[in-house]
C-alpha cells in the first residue's frame, strides 16, 4: 500500500496542472483528527483532474462560527462540504461529485 503525504501549509496538490480546477479547502478541527483526515484525503483525491489548497485549523471556537458541527469538517470554497472522519472512498465520491457540477 502507498503512503499518502501531507500538503506542507501552502502547498498546492497537483499545482502544475493550471488547466483543472483550483479548489479551495479549510479543513477544521482536532488536530490529531485533522490529520488522519487530511492524509485520507490525500489519498483520495491526488488522482482526481483538480488542485486543492488546503489549510488546517485547530480552534475550536472558529470551527464553530464556521459551522462545524463533527469533528473534523471540511469546507471547500467556503461552502460545508463533508462532516466527520470519513472513508477514503467516500472522499473520492463527493469530490467526484464536486467535478462534475464544475464542469457541467
Same mark, same amino acid.
Given at each position: 500500500?502507498?503512503?499518502?503525504?501531507?500538503?506542507?501549509?501552502?502547498?498546492? *496538490?497537483?499545482?502544475?496542472?493550471?488547466?483543472?480546477?483550483?479548489?479551495? !479547502?479549510?479543513?477544521?478541527? &482536532? +488536530?490529531? /483528527?485533522? $490529520?488522519?483526515?487530511?492524509?485520507?484525503?490525500?489519498?483520495?483525491?491526488?488522482?482526481?483532474?483538480?488542485?486543492?489548497? *488546503?489549510?488546517?485549523?485547530?480552534?475550536?471556537?472558529?470551527?464553530?462560527? !464556521?459551522?462545524?458541527?463533527? &469533528? +473534523?469538517? /471540511?469546507? $471547500?470554497?467556503?461552502?460545508?462540504?463533508?462532516?466527520?472522519?470519513?472513508?477514503?472512498?467516500?472522499?473520492?465520491?463527493?469530490?467526484?461529485?464536486?467535478?462534475?457540477?464544475?464542469?457541467?
Amino acid at each position: 500500500m502507498q503512503k499518502c503525504e501531507d500538503l506542507v501549509p501552502g502547498e498546492v *496538490l497537483n499545482a502544475m496542472r493550471e488547466e483543472w480546477p483550483l479548489f479551495k !479547502a479549510d479543513l477544521y478541527g &482536532d +488536530p490529531l /483528527l485533522c $490529520v488522519k483526515f487530511s492524509r485520507r484525503l490525500m489519498c483520495a483525491i491526488r488522482h482526481l483532474p483538480l488542485r486543492l489548497s *488546503l489549510k488546517t485549523t485547530n480552534d475550536t471556537d472558529k470551527a464553530i462560527e !464556521a459551522g462545524a458541527r463533527k &469533528d +473534523p469538517t /471540511l469546507f $471547500v470554497n467556503n461552502n460545508l462540504f463533508i462532516e466527520g472522519l470519513v472513508t477514503a472512498e467516500r472522499i473520492t465520491v463527493e469530490f467526484t461529485k464536486l467535478l462534475k457540477q464544475t464542469n457541467s
